[in-house]
C-alpha cells in the first residue's frame, strides 16, 4: 500500500479527485489529507470518493493554514461531521503535536471506537512508550515524519504498522534537477506495512495565502517505473528559458511539456497515460495557457495514477 501525504488545498484536492477512479480500483493508494481551510472547499473531494467507492485517511484535528483558532478548528468539524461519520470513506487521523497529551489521544480513540485510524507523528512530544500503553491492543496505524526515529515507534509497537513518511524530494530549487533522479526501490517491495511520503511537495507546511515569487526556472516531474529494475523514478523536464519575469510562466510550461512528450516519443509507454499526462499533453498540443498550480495538479494525478498501477 502506498501513502501520500497530501494538503488539502485546491491543486492536492482536484489531484485527488482527478485520481478517485484510479484509486478506487482495487484500492491500494490511499491519501492522507490535511485540511488547511474550510470543510466546504473539500466537499467536492469527500463526493468523489464516496461516488467512487474508494477510501482516504483525513486529519481530523486540523491546526494550519486557515484553521489556526479554536473557532475555526470547532467548525471544520462540525461542518466536515457528515463525511467523517462514514467508516468506507474516511479513516480518520489525528495529528499529534508536541503539546499533545496521553489525554487527547485517549479522547481520540474514544470518539472513533470501533473503527480504523491513524496517528501522524511529525514531531517530537510524548514518547513512543506513552502511546503505545494509550493504544493499547487497538491496531492504530502510525505516520512518522521525518524528525521521527521510526525504529523506535517499531519497537514500541510491535503490534501496529509503523510506516515513515519519507520526504524524496531533496531539491528545492527547479534548475538544480537533474534529468532524473530515484524515487522508491519497487513499491511492491515494502510489504503488507506499506510506505509513506510527501508526495510531490516539500515535507515543510505550505505558506496559505502568502503568494510567492516570480519563477525562474519551470519544471515537470513526472513518475515512472523502470522495466527492469522496477524502481520508481522520477524525470524532470525543465524549461528552456529560466531566468525570472520572462517569458511569462504559462510558455515556460509549455517548454516543459514539449520535452516531456519528445522523451515519451523517444521511450515509447514510459509514461502512463494518466489524466494528468493526457492533460499536460493536450495544453501542449492547444498551445493552452496554463499556470503552476493547473501544473502541479496534473503532475500530481500522473504520480498516485502511476503508483496505483504499479502495486
Known sequence: M????????????????????SISVNQSVYPIVEPYSPASDLVALFEAYQVQGAKLFMIVNPSRGKLITPQQQTTWVSDASKYLAIPSLVTPAFHV?????????SNFLKQYSGRESALVILQRGLTPAAIAKVLGSRPVR???????????????????YVVPLVPRFSVKVNADYPAQSSYSPDPKSFGPGG????????????????????AGAVA????????????????????????????????????SIQHMVDQQA?????????????????????????SLEKSKQQQINHHLYTIAQCL
Open 2 to 21: 502506498y501513502f501520500p501525504y497530501l494538503y488539502g488545498r485546491r491543486a492536492e484536492r482536484n489531484a485527488l479527485i482527478d485520481a478517485a477512479p
Open 97 to 105: 503535536f508536541e503539546s499533545t497529551t496521553v489525554s487527547d489521544i
Open 195 to 214: 510506505f509513506g511520503d510527501f508526495a510531490i511537495i516539500d515535507a515543510t507546511p505550505p505558506r496559505v495565502g502568502t503568494g510567492g515569487g516570480a
Open 220 to 255: 515537470v516531474h513526472m513518475t515512472f517505473q523502470d522495466p527492469a529494475s522496477k524502481e520508481l523514478k522520477v524525470q524532470h523536464f525543465l524549461s528552456d528559458d529560466q531566468e525570472q519575469y520572462t517569458p511569462p510562466v504559462s510558455l515556460k510550461l509549455l517548454q
Open 266 to 290: 523517444a521511450t515509447p509507454n514510459r509514461f502512463f497515460k494518466s489524466p494528468g499526462y493526457t492533460n499536460l499533453e493536450m495544453y501542449l498540443t492547444l498551445s493552452k495557457k496554463t
Open 142 to 160: 502510525i505516520f512518522t515524519g521525518p524528525q521521527i526515529a521510526e525504529a523506535d515507534y517499531i519497537a514500541a509497537m510491535s503490534a501496529q
